[in-house]
């Protein structure tokens, strides 16, 4: 009879561990919504385990209870209602619940664009933008530095423009964001630059931050024997879609889309 109490007592002590971290946690909790699976449990009533999804209107069905809106409740916040109306109602005594989301289909986020692995992907707890995108696999080769977020602000969209490269080299991850439910994240293929002419590998090549027309040329695998750079010309668009054709210098900066074409040389 001993060992049964203090075997009863040690799962109690567990058992409010439990709740206790679990409350602890609450601050990074996602909130509950439409479509989310929850196993609910009740310490000492396993007949009362129950396995419900939360409806569209945010309710679930618990037994005694009827249905309970729990929409926009942390887990928590829902485990303490439902303790509160098991209680109110003289059903149990001190009840002691915990929720296990088995999935939160509410809390998605969407990433697109130039990661490994597009997609929807849910969130649970806090998560940053780059744990979200290392969830969809990382950037791809053809992807670039700048990541945008769009998220919703009552009736309207807030866009930013986070440059994870810079982040990344300034140690400033105050702009790894936290990621929120029905946020959009696209990764922009990174600039690219064209080459033709008189040189080793004309092509498309990836844009630099801060490339040089003479790093750009390099790039190319320098000038054929023929090729001169008294004859190199730059095709740019300018703000308003006008064609531009110049001669650059070498320290000229290449931007985004720039043509370089090399010409043949007279002599």
Same mark, same amino acid.
């Given at each position: 009879?001993?060992? &049964? ?5 040690? @799962? ?14 609450e ?12 196993? &609910? ?34 887990p ?32 998605? &986020? ?14 649970e ?24 977020? @769009? ?8 866009k930013?423009?986070? =440059? ?18 029905? =946020?959009? @994240? ?69 931007q ?12």
């Amino acid at each position: 009879m001993k060992t &049964v109490k203090t075997l009863a007592i040690v @799962i109690t002590l567990l058992w409010a561990g439990c709740v206790g971290n679990v409350v602890a946690a609450e601050a990074g909790e996602s909130a509950l919504g439409p479509g989310d699976a929850l196993r &609910v449990f009740v310490y000492g009533h396993p007949d009362m385990t129950t396995e419900t999804k939360v409806s569209e209107t945010g309710k679930i069905t618990f037994p005694l209870l009827g249905e309970i809106v729990v929409d926009g409740l942390t887990p928590s916040a829902a485990e303490r209602k439902i303790a509160n109306l098991l209680e109110s109602r003289d059903i149990l005594r001190k009840p002691q619940v915990m929720i296990v989301t088995a999935s939160l289909q509410s809390q998605m &986020v969407s990433v697109l664009g130039n990661v490994r692995n597009q997609g929807r992907y849910p969130i649970e707890g806090k998560r940053s933008l780059t744990e979200i995108l290392a969830m969809a696999g990382g950037v791809v080769p053809e992807g670039g530095e700048l990541v945008v977020l @769009i998220r919703a602000d009552g009736n309207k969209f807030i866009k930013e423009v986070i =440059d994870i490269q810079e982040m990344v080299r300034a140690g400033d991850l105050s702009q790894d964001l936290i990621i929120q439910s029905n =946020d959009f @994240i696209y990764v922009e293929r990174a600039p690219r630059f064209y080459i033709y002419g008189e040189v080793q590998r004309a092509g498309a090549y990836r844009l630099e931050r801060n490339m040089t027309v003479i790093q750009a040329l390099s790039v190319g695998g320098g000038l054929t024997q023929r090729g001169t750079e008294r004859g190199l010309k730059i095709q740019r668009r300018d703000t308003e879609g006008n064609l531009q054709i110049f001669a650059p210098k070498s320290s000229d900066l290449v931007q985004p889309d720039d043509v370089i074409y090399i010409k043949e040389s007279l002599f």
